[in-house]
């Protein structure tokens, strides 16, 4: 059974360049997550989608973050321009409906490491 | 709202030694709680979880947790660690009510199993 898939897993990018995150989910799963994770403050939810539709956007940091998934399979996560400061862990996860407040486990993929120079 | 607090950053611990990791919430109305566990450049894999029921929770890998509502603890345990064990483990929480999807997780404890 194939876990999520997120690509790339190592991405070094310059500082103003666009950044492109992306994540397939498990297959049947229709809530989809993305965390970053920093040493600072730790592991933040910036956005989910139930049924391939932004519920709460809350966590994006600021405009330069955008989420799209445009299908059931597949998200992207983009940061444009991209600064020093966007340097984290992004983490793609992928639940049943509702994820963890209907109780239902949320599972992760191994996550895009991002530094920005 | 709702939170979670690890007060412990690191715990270093023999091997086949107990081990307990402490979680405490803060939430003001009734919780489903999580334990997950991140090995080195890995994601987060769940341990255990709880929902409702028993208190005491059996996961994986040996590990079991206690939920204990007058204290709002969710201390994770082992009886016997192994080298293998060496992680980060997250504590997670999310509130039943108010609305989202949110769950939050502490800011982990780094498990070091030593020889």
């Known amino acids: 059974d194939a876990g999520v898939i997120q690509s790339p897993r190592h991405e070094v990018t310059e500082m103003g360049q666009e950044v492109t995150l992306r994540c397939k989910p498990i297959?049947?799963?229709?809530?989809l997550f993305w965390y970053r994770q920093t040493m600072m403050r730790g592991l933040e939810l910036l956005i989910y989608f139930n049924n391939n539709v932004p519920i709460d956007d809350s966590g994006m940091p600021e405009d330069r973050f955008s989420a799209k998934m445009p299908n059931a399979s597949f998200s992207t996560l983009k940061i444009q321009p991209s600064e020093p400061r966007d340097s984290a862990v992004y983490f793609c996860?992928?639940?049943?409906?509702?994820?963890?407040?209907?109780?239902?486990?949320?599972?992760f993929g191994e996550g895009s490491w991002l530094t920005v120079v | 709202a709702q939170s979670v607090t690890q007060l412990d950053s690191q715990v270093p611990v023999f091997e086949e030694a107990p081990v307990e990791l402490r979680c405490n919430y803060s939430?003001?109305?009734?919780?489903?709680l999580f334990w997950y566990v991140q090995y080195p450049n890995q994601g987060l894999q769940l341990l255990l979880k709880?929902?409702?029921?028993?208190?005491l929770v059996k996961g994986i890998n040996g590990f079991e947790a206690e939920f204990n509502k007058s204290q709002t603890s969710f201390h994770l345990r082992k009886p016997s660690v192994h080298i293998s064990d060496t992680a980060e483990y997250f504590c997670?929480?999310?509130?039943?009510?108010?609305?989202?999807?949110?769950?939050?997780f502490g800011t982990g404890t780094q498990l070091k199993v030593e020889l």
């Open positions: 939430s003001s109305v009734s919780v489903y």
């Open positions: 996860a992928s639940s049943f409906k509702e994820g963890a407040s209907s109780g239902n486990t949320i599972y």
């Open positions: 709880y929902l409702s029921g028993s208190t």
């Open positions: 297959s049947g799963h229709n809530s």
């Open positions: 997670a929480v999310i509130s039943l009510t108010g609305g989202g999807n949110k769950l939050t």
